[in-house]
């Protein structure tokens, strides 16, 4: 395997083009567990663990190594590498860690496709959809949707639920499998690309992992069945881990994700949202929250049906949520410099005696 199989590209090329120092190799992460790492490179896999010097300078979850991640690291026998540095990412896809405010945790990093995957029975739901799309807009992937369980509805179904989406959500694409018959997989597979790196998103037991275990041809991962009183897998996917397709593809499992909690800081719900982001920007008072304001064009164009009352109803309720997340990482900022000055004034101190 050589480092373009691995997904390796121009673009790291420009962004690392300090280049690798003399005495180390550069991999991947390919799956990660507490702490530690399984590391892919030219030469093989190995169990790696980071630098003390990298843990001690982290100053959050973002700083640490990720499923995706290119590394620099230095092997020392088969069965231990140790990380010393992660290289630049072109993207990182993150949510706000649940209980943790301001915190967030990286889900996967280089990822140039997240496929939202959900389940067309009981998981379906379009606010989620919204909710997703906005953790890929801010993360920069690129997202598609991706229907699973397809065999469990009749085919009239379907067509109702694409066209409920399209609705809604405008210049995403949405593709729709059976994990049971393989139906539409000839189309989920031309839309994966050599050398480029996918990643899964979605609730637990919508199929990731079998589709995975399908697409790549091995039992990789068990799957267990549903019960069908509770829905809840026996067997979820407690680790990431990547996958390298026949085709050269390369895709990212996640586990099951209950809550995606919004970690934007940037334009990810605007471009989510950028049908009432355009009437916005007609709205007569510039701070306008939309809600109640007098020449408020989002709320005409509301009253008119040109915008879907839902779509609006998760515009602000993510917004709020956006909202709180950017104060308390604003909070969390300030109080790091609070300790940052203290930490400088027993240094100064101590150093005078
Ligand atoms: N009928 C039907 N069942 C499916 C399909 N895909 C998956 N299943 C079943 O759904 C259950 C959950 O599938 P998994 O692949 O484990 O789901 P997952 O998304 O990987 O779940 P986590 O690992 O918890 O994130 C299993 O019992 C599968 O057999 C499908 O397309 N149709
Ligand atoms: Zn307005």
Redesign the pocket.
Known sequence: MNLEDLGYNNHLETINKDGISGDFEVGRVIAEYKERYTVRTVSGEYPAEITGNLRYTATGREDFPAVGDWVELMVLDPDFAIIHKVLPRHSVIKRQAVSQTGEVQVIAANIDVAFI?Q?VDRDFNINRLERYLTLCHSSKVSPVILL?????IPENRLTGLIEEIQQRIENVPVLA?????EEGYDLLLEKIEKGKTYC?L????????????HLSGKTI?K????SDSTRK?K???SHREMFFLDNGGIII?????REVGIADTGSGLETTFDRIVSYAQTCKFKDCTHIHETGCAVLEALEKGDIDEKAYENYLKLKREKAHFESSVAEKRKKEKQFGKIVKHYKKYYAKK
């Open positions: 995957v389940a699973t369980k397809t065999d469990l499998v059976s994990n049971e018959t899964l979605g609730s637990s037991g919508v199929g990731k992992s079998t589709l995975l275990n991962m799957t267990n069945t549903i897998g067997h979820t996917t499992d996640n586990p099951g994700m």
